[in-house]
Every structure is written in C-alpha cells, then in structure tokens.
C-alpha cells in the first residue's frame, strides 16, 4: 500500500542553524502538507501546496519557514534559523481527494 | 475561525466496556475527520465524514456527523487493549486545513 515516507526520522540542531526536512508524498496524489506537533499537543496545520505553490498557510508559518517540490517526488520544509520552540514532531501529509494520509514524521529537537 | 473541542481528553475503560468521544465544532466545516496516534507515531486515518447523518463503522469503532448540531461521535463498542490510543478528530477550514481537536487519550485496562 503506498505510504507518505519522512526523513530524517530525528533531528537534532543547533538553535539558529537551517534545517530541511523531506517528504515523498504518495505518488498520485496533488496536494501536500505540512503539520507539526509540540509535545504532548494537538496537531497544528502549518502549510498546504498544491500546484507548485502554497494554497494556505498558518501565521506559524512565517518567513523563516518555507517549502519546495524540487523535483516530481520531493517536498521539503526548510526552517531557516531555528528556535527552541520550533522543538516539534512535524508531518507530512498528501492528499487526492477529501483524505489527507501522514508520514511518520520527523522530531526536530532544537539545542 | 473553526475551532474543534474533544471531550474527554482523558477516557481510562475496561476491556468489554462501551463509551463514545465527543467532538464539537464551533462552524461550518464540509468534512469530519478521525485519526488514531499511538504513542510516538503517526496519524492513521480512521474515517472521513462527508455529510449530515453520515455514519461510518469499522470494526469496534463506529464514527456518526449531525452537522446541525456541529457534532461528531466516535463511539466504541466493547472495547480491547488494541484499541489504546490518542484519537483525534479535526474539521476542515478552507480547501485543506485541517484544524484538529486536543485529543482523547484512550486507556483500556484488562
């Protein structure tokens, strides 16, 4: 069955370092997302794309994110200087239709 | 803006008991959603809820939407360990957000 695949699977860094985060969405499907999770919390949306560009985004989604499909299979999240309270589980997601489908996720830990 | 309340955020059951969680949602939204999480993993999609009355089961599990009423049930029919978990269900705002409730963190005890 296919799957919504993240790596890294856990990240650590630096506060103020640049991180990217990857994703390979299910093949077919046209729209993808992201969306993270503080501990312990609710599952926050953070950005939806859709056509090589952003459909929707969140006001936690502010300059120093951004997202990118650089190829047919990739879509990736860069946080350019990361704070500590962007420590998080963040997910991706893809959808065809109406049913949005996560990856795994990646726990980013900022130091 | 949509915002969606779970209640309870906390349910600790016994094993062949039956109990539902609740999920309000302060607007419209087209769709309902339920996702599982286990502890220190993904969301698996449970069930996608399209219209008023629309009533979906799987299993143990049993989802309904009164979109009236802008409210949603999970409920759980005899429950078994397995079924332990964070389950949270969301509405849609927009075209694709998902805005999720807090969370129903779901214990079964033998």
């Known amino acids: 069955e296919p799957e919504v695949t993240q790596t890294p699977s856990h990240q650590v860094t630096q506060m103020g370092q640049e991180v990217i985060l990857r994703c390979v969405p299910i093949?077919?499907?046209?729209?993808f997302y992201w969306y993270r999770q503080i501990l312990g919390q609710k599952v926050e949306f953070l950005v939806s794309f859709y056509n090589n560009e952003i459909s929707e985004k969140s006001e936690i989604f502010d300059d120093q994110f951004s997202v990118e499909r650089p190829d047919g299979s990739n879509f990736t999240l860069k946080i350019r200087s990361t704070k500590l309270e962007d420590s998080a589980m963040y997910f991706c997601a893809s959808s065809e239709y109406n049913e949005q489908f996560f990856g795994p996720g990646t726990r980013l830990t900022v130091l | 803006e949509l915002k969606v309340e779970q209640n309870p955020l906390f349910l600790s059951m016994q094993e062949g008991k039956n109990y539902t969680i609740y999920c309000n949602y302060s607007?419209?939204?087209?769709?309902l959603y339920w996702y599982r999480q286990d502890p220190g993993k993904s969301l698996e999609s449970l069930f996608v809820?399209?219209?008023?009355?629309a009533v979906k089961q799987e299993g143990r599990l049993m989802a309904s939407l009164d979109t009236k009423a802008r409210l949603s049930t999970l409920h759980i029919t005899a429950a078994v360990h397995d079924l332990s978990a964070t389950y949270f269900c969301a509405g849609i705002q927009g075209a694709q957000k998902l805005v999720f409730g807090q969370g129903t963190r779901l214990t079964i005890n033998p």
């Open positions: 093949s077919n499907h046209l729209y």
């Open positions: 809820l399209l219209s008023n009355g």
């Open positions: 607007t419209t939204s087209d769709r």
